[in-house]
Nanobody
Framework: QVQLVESGGGLVQAGGSLRLSCLAS????????MGWYRQAPGKQRELVAT????????NYADSVKGRFTISGDNAKNTVYLQMDSLKPEDTAVYYC??????????WGQGTQVTVSS
C-alpha cells in the first residue's frame, strides 16, 4: 500500500504562483511513476503532469505546458507541482497519483486550488 498526502493548495490571484507537494509513504519502492491530476466542478478528472521514478521523464497536458513544472525529491519521498502564471481556468481540486507495480494505482485526498480573476 502507498499513502499520498497533498498540501500547498489555496487561493491566488490570476498570474500568481502556487507549489503543491505530495508526500508518499508506505510501499514507495513499488512506485513507477507519480503525477498530478485535477478535477474542476462539473468536469472529468484530467491529467496535469507526470514524472517517472528514476529517469525523471516528464509529461504535461498542453494546457499547462510552459507554466507548470513537476519535480521529485527522492530523499524526501515528495513530488512537487510548481504552478506559475495561474489562470482562473486552473481552478480545480488537484490530486496526487502514484502508479505502482502490478498495475496498482493510488490517489491522495486532493487539495483545492482557486484562481481569482
Amino acid at each position: 500500500q502507498v499513502q499520498l498526502v497533498e498540501s500547498g493548495g489555496g487561493l491566488v490571484q490570476a498570474g500568481g504562483s502556487l507549489r503543491l507537494s505530495c508526500l508518499a509513504s508506505g510501499s514507495i519502492f513499488s512506485i513507477n511513476a507519480m503525477g498530478w491530476y485535477r478535477q474542476a466542478p462539473g468536469k472529468q478528472r484530467e491529467l496535469v503532469a507526470t514524472i517517472t521514478v528514476g529517469a525523471g521523464n516528464t509529461n504535461y497536458a498542453d494546457s499547462v505546458k510552459g507554466r507548470f513544472t513537476i519535480s521529485g525529491d527522492n530523499a524526501k519521498n515528495t513530488v512537487y507541482l510548481q504552478m506559475d502564471s495561474l489562470k482562473p481556468e486552473d481552478t480545480a481540486v488537484y490530486y496526487c497519483n502514484a502508479k505502482a507495480i502490478r498495475q496498482r494505482e493510488y490517489w491522495g485526498q486532493g487539495t483545492q486550488v482557486t484562481v481569482s480573476s
